[in-house]
């Protein structure tokens, strides 16, 4: 098991939590995802280590934008 976090930003309301949560869900291996609305931070736990494009084109699928 391995976690994360990232930093997402444009996220404004529990709508735009429940996008990113619902497309990075998708991603093969992910098993938790955590969104903490005022500070962006976005905790993904996966059973192998993920791939950080695969996690940004998922946040850009949403319509937001995971910070540098």
């Known amino acids: 098991m391995t976690e994360h976090t990232w930093t997402v930003t444009g996220m404004t309301c529990e709508h735009c939590v429940a996008s990113v949560t619902e497309e990075i869900t998708e991603i093969d291996g ?17 059973t192998a280590p993920l791939d950080e494009d695969a996690v940004r084109a998922a946040v850009v699928e949403a319509g937001y934008v995971v910070a540098v």
């Open 30 to 46: 992910v098993t938790a995802v955590a969104v903490d609305l005022p500070t962006g931070a976005v905790t993904v736990r996966s």
